[in-house]
């Protein structure tokens, strides 16, 4: 696997400007319908009576046995609509699955290929919006502003440096914003920034409560029935979870020492997983491991298999 490195290129346009990439890993669904909320409420693990104009929410769509099936955004759109964001590897299989239950209601869910997500960075992206006429959404995460007719979307990510995703039509968003960076760059900062990512470091075989959905803010243990409630609320109040994702360090790995991934992570013996590592532009190494909950708050001391010792900086959060 290739890993990422942050260019110093990138890393001044950041401080000094902003950047703007595709993120092709995601995909836009658009829902629309009566009784649409009804019928999502008992299908996702965030209540979606949060879900305002001004504020999107954050979620998974799980299977009767707990599963994941896909990590979702979700924001409002034009009308009724609702606009709902998902890795690009699941999208298809998401909005089947979306549809199967759907039935006595009148639904119109499905991909808009035309529609794309966007990365936008930097301590000037507050110029770049008001070049896109969109207003600045509020400091929450995930919190959301439109342009006036209502066809783009800004979704706060990030709070420091500022970091939007803009959804939109994709022809639009790079006439309007021309010089785009390689997607690399994004993954780069991703992971330094510990921002996992359905996919990449997690999948079906990791519940999402062992992927942080908690720290994400995006499960309701209060709003009633959903599918998969019951393995989540188990999880939750016996103890279920004792693995997490974390956002670590690597002080001595360098490019050319940088281990092949997924890599085990020790103490006395193997227990967890280095699920991925970007450089940033100092050649500094990051990674999001999968950890024993108990070993770092007991601060155990944890290395690569060759020695390099793991410095662990936090749990993976919004």
């Known amino acids: 696997m290739l890993i990422p490195s942050l260019s110093s ?63 979702l955004y979700i924001c409002e759109g034009k009308g009724d609509e609702l606009v709902m964001l998902t890795p690009t590897s699941v999208a298809v299989e998401t909005v089947a699955r979306l549809r199967r239950f759907s039935l006595g209601y ?18 000037h992206t507050g110029t770049a919006l008001a070049g896109l006429d969109l ?45 785009q960076l390689a997607e690399d760059q994004c993954e780069a900062m991703r992971i330094i920034r510990g921002l996992p990512r359905f996919g990449a470091e997690w999948d079906a075989s990791l519940h999402p409560l062992n992927a942080n959905l908690i720290e994400f803010d995006g499960v309701s243990f209060d709003k009633g029935c959903y599918v998969g ?12 979870i004792k693995k997490k994702l974390y956002r670590v360090q690597l002080p001595d790995t360098r490019h050319d020492t940088a281990p092949s991934l997924p890599c085990p992570v020790c103490s006395a013996h193997a227990i967890g997983e280095i699920r991925s590592l970007a450089f940033d532009a100092d050649s500094q190494c990051f990674g999001i491991a999968l950890l024993p909950i108990e070993s770092v708050n007991e601060e155990t001391p944890l290395h690569l298999e060759n020695g390099e010792s793991i410095r662990v900086i936090e749990p993976c959060h919004a």
Request: one cysteine or more.
């Open 9 to 71: 290129q990138t890393a001044g346009q950041l401080l000094n400007g902003h950047i703007v990439a595709g993120r092709s890993c995601w995909s836009v669904l658009k829902a629309s319908g009566d009784g649409l909320r009804d019928y999502l409420q008992g299908q996702i693990t965030q209540d979606i009576t949060r879900l305002t104009p001004e504020q999107g929410i954050y979620t998974c769509l799980l299977t009767p046995q707990g599963k994941a099936v896909s990590e």
């Open 229 to 240: 409630q019951e393995v989540t609320s188990r999880m939750r109040w016996r103890g279920g």
């Open 135 to 179: 207003p600045e959404p509020q400091d929450n995460w995930l919190a959301c502003s439109r342009d006036a007719q209502g066809e783009l979307l800004a979704i706060l990510m990030l709070r420091e440096p500022r970091g939007f995703w803009l959804v939109g039509r994709k022809q639009a968003i790079v006439e309007q914003l021309p010089s």
């Open 106 to 123: 009148q639904l119109r869910i499905g991909l808009v290929d035309e529609i794309g997500v966007f990365s936008l960075q930097g301590t």
